[in-house]
């Protein structure tokens, strides 16, 4: 089975190793996996900020990009969700809107390809940690994924998951919501926080990089010692208990 990554831009700056580790997974379970030339931006920043019109460009573009792949993985589902609304982009402009909806088709949030698409749900994981989850808006909402994360971290050895308060609750960043509306969103993202110190967890999971970074930042500045790691990072982990040197280097690799 042949699979093109969707590296979004985050990814490409700030979460690297998270990339690999989400390449390493997806060949180890049979996947040939390859990173299409040609992909930018999806346009989720002009689109959410209300510049419909211009994001007609960077879509094109990606579609262009992917458009002879067989299936299309995102570690976002943020961005896998971005290409679910193609379609409707081009509503005025119907050759574009078949190859739009060939796009959406093929397109999947990272653990919901290995859930849904591979029948996996065990990835062969070891991470020995009292954990919760945070599960971002745009997955669960636009994207309708609610519990292929759930369904594989409960099958990792030694990983100790505790249900996060109001999990369904933003955590503030909305991408330019953030920046334009900061009071409001440091409000959201300090009470996901607080909710965060209820569980008690050493290590916040989460699937969207945009979500991570904000609460985590956030958690830095107030310095609060929970680790944060997206879910690539704790599937692709083989620590063993009393090893802590993936979960060193795991947070070594995530910038906030």
Known sequence: MKVSLFTTCLGEMFYVDVLKDVTEILERLGCEVDVPEGQICCGQPAYN???AKDTKGPAKQMIKAFENSEYIVCPSGSCAAMFHEYPDFFADEPEWQERAKNIAEKTYEFTQFIV???GVVDVGAEYHARATLHTSCHMTRLLGERD???TLL???KG???VPLPNNYDCCGFGGTFSVKMFPISEQMVDEKIRHIEETDAEVLIG???SCLMNIGGR???LGKPVKVLHIAQVLNSHQTEGDERYADESRKS???
Request: proline share 0%.
């Open 154 to 156: 409960k099958h990792v």
């Open 207 to 209: 699937a969207d990089a």
């Open 159 to 161: 990983l100790d998951l």
């Open 116 to 118: 849904r698409v591979l």
């Open 254 to 256: 995530t910038v906030l």
């Open 148 to 150: 292929s994360h759930y």
């Open 49 to 51: 900020s209300g510049y």
């Open 219 to 221: 958690m830095k500045r």
